[in-house]
């Protein structure tokens, strides 16, 4: 897995930073980096007709039927499932619309770094959430079975983490590809050609905003799931397990938001030491 570093704000107002992360590659590292991050793309992609949207499984079009025997349990239930589809489609957007057309496009609209910082590891988060889905899916709306998928899969949501620290990379990525009038032309006619409301920074943000929000639909279940059951204790750890990714993550927006803003200081104070200093000592 690779590592990133990012410098600039979120827009809407979060920010994020990490520190301790592995440094953005230099030199002849980050062109490798470069080359095989893209051929890494290009490998999922060649496979990307086996990953087609699904339709909702039998089960889950049964349970979205009026049905007044649903206890509000049954339906946060699905709720976790049927938003945890809408997420996959989405990230199925970004993956194959989006990303797969600007790899396969005969010529190079975006650079290859800039392709990088624009879309990160998506391809990562895509195939882990559509294997957590199917998992989802086999649960049958069984409260402690959805509880039992992600402490299961606790590890693997480190991706997130490496994806929400590139996030103000892909910011600043995509920002730089609209101020190119020809580039920008591209995204407009993309997405009026496949017919989506939001445009593609839109659905960039949907893993930060995902990953965050699974220990607050966890609690949903426990708080309509008698402590007395068999399984609580399953319920109980799978918060306890989203909480701490999301504290994790939060936790890394603040040490790079403090990192980031010692370096801008050390700038300012090298920058006045310098033009501040006698004619005489600049060019002794």
């Known amino acids: 897995r690779q590592s990133y570093s990012w410098t600039n704000q979120i827009p809407g107002g979060g920010k994020a930073d990490t520190e301790g992360l592995s440094p953005e590659p230099g030199g002849e590292d980050r062109k490798t980096f470069i080359h095989n991050q893209n051929n890494n793309n290009k490998a999922w992609i060649a496979n990307r007709s086996s990953n087609r949207r699904q339709s909702a499984s039998p089960f889950i079009r049964a349970t979205m039927a009026p049905n007044p025997n649903l206890t509000y349990l049954d339906r946060v239930i699905m709720e976790i499932i049927e938003t945890e589809r809408m997420y996959v489609r989405d990230l199925l957007i970004i993956v194959e ?65 490496q994806y929400c620290t590139n996030y103000p990379n892909s910011v600043a990525a995509l920002t730089e590809c609209l101020r190119d009038k020809s580039t920008a032309k591209f995204f407009r006619d993309r997405q009026a050609s496949l017919k989506r ?88």
């Not at 057309?101 to 559509?130: R, S």
């Not at 995902?210 to 204790?233: M, N, S, T, V, W």
């Not at 319920?235 to 999301?246: C, H, K, L, R, S």
Request: net charge negative.
């Open 97 to 161: 619309d989006y990303l797969a057309c600007i790899i396969d496009h005969p010529k190079q609209l975006i650079h290859p770094d800039q392709v990088c910082a624009l879309f990160g590891n998506i391809t990562d988060i895509y195939a882990f959430n559509n294997e957590l889905l199917q998992d989802l899916d086999m649960c049958e709306n069984d409260p402690v079975a959805i509880a039992r998928c992600f402490v299961e899969k606790r590890e693997y949501f480190d991706i997130y983490t």
């Open 197 to 284: 409301t939001l445009p593609l920074g839109s659905y960039l943000l949907k893993p930060v905003q995902r990953i965050l929000k699974y220990h607050l639909l966890l609690q949903e279940i426990a708080k309509h799931f008698d402590p007395e059951e068999e399984g609580y204790e399953d319920v109980e750890e799978a918060i306890n397990t989203m909480t701490g990714v999301a504290w994790y993550i939060n936790d890394m927006k603040r040490k790079h938001e403090h990192a980031v803003r010692l370096q801008v200081n050390q700038k300012h104070a090298e920058f006045s030491c310098v033009h501040n200093a006698p004619f005489h000592i600049l060019f002794a």
